[in-house]
């Protein structure tokens, strides 16, 4: 049995009522109390993200990569996401980019500190959104062999299209870093392993 | 910002690939379309080595005065174009590619750049009057074009 629900019932189901955060968009299919399925329908209590809600993402961002918080970092990207990373010839699925940034800079040897420009946003409905800024990126990142490297990153710049989940939350669909200007890199001296441990 | 209405048609993977390779046909100059038509009003660019965004349109005019003429007309070539559809009016497309053009210096001389190595993430959105436009783009290289002195 399909059939509209008010909108007190359709946001009780949802669980927003309190919050009145998320999009009803997501309520496309929801189970009544007696079973039947009901469908909702977006209506003009639609919330819209914010320019706020995604300079706060931005900054979570950078906050979980420079204090190495692996799946936090992790779960700011949807599973489907896509990024071009700073020094990638190509594009590539976040979840290898993911592997590699774990490896390379989220270790004990490794460390990461930005600053970051002004974030332009761009709002592009209910549940998207774009970020783009410059940055300034230090990073003393491991590779596989166990070189150390440190990195300049001085004109950085990047562009991070967020999407709302089915739980609300803003996350990354696609991401494309770049670099204005050539990026220093050093190889550092061997560091004592124990002292990481 | 521009709302989806429900006459409007949803935007398609084949929709998208045909405006990437507009906007790269007329940057080399083989078709005579506007550039500036292309970005939404409110548009936001990374172009090539600026280190900051800036108004898609005011670069789209920028760049229409430096799209060579017939006698020298460039040449780009696009990778394999990876379309996400992320809403009714809005999709992503990001891909590689290369641009050889020539440019003329300050000082009168013709140099010949080739970005090798490009990668690009453009954004289009439908508008109002059906037109799909580009509300946000970035254009990099993963390394530095090449430059090199121009024949006559």
Known sequence: MLRRLPLWRRRANDGTASTGKQSLARLAVSEDLDGSKAYAVPCPIMSNISSDDVRAEVKKFWDFLSRKLKSQFAEMYLSSASVFAADARRMEPARLMLVRRERELLGPASSVAAKLGPIDVQPLGADLAIASYPFHLSITRTRASGKRYQSEVPSGRVTQVFRRDEKGVLRIIHEHMSSAEPVSTKELPPTDPLKHA | ?152
Do not use: C
Not at chain 2, 33 to 62: N, Q
Not at chain 2, 66 to 83: F, K, L, N, T
Not at chain 2, 96 to 113: D, E, H, M, P, R
């Open chain 2, 1 to 152: 910002m521009l709302s989806f209405s429900q006459n409007m048609k949803k935007i398609s993977s084949e929709d998208v690939h045909k405006e990437v390779h507009r906007f790269w046909a007329i940057l080399s100059g083989n078709l005579t379309d506007k550039l500036e038509e292309m970005y939404s009003p409110t548009a936001i660019v990374f172009t090539g080595k600026a280190k900051r965004s800036e108004s898609g349109k005011l670069m789209a005019v920028r760049r229409s005065r430096q799209i060579p003429g017939p006698a020298h007309s460039s040449r780009a070539e696009v990778g394999s174009i990876d379309v996400q559809i992320v809403g009714p009016d809005v999709a992503i497309a990001a891909y590689t590619y290369s641009f050889n053009t020539q440019k003329i210096l300050a000082n009168g001389s013709k140099v010949q750049i080739n970005t090798l190595l490009g990668r690009a993430t453009q954004i289009f959105q439908r508008g109002e009057d059906g037109a799909l436009r580009i509300v946000h783009e970035h254009l990099s290289a993963a390394a530095p074009p090449a430059m090199e002195k121009a024949g006559e």
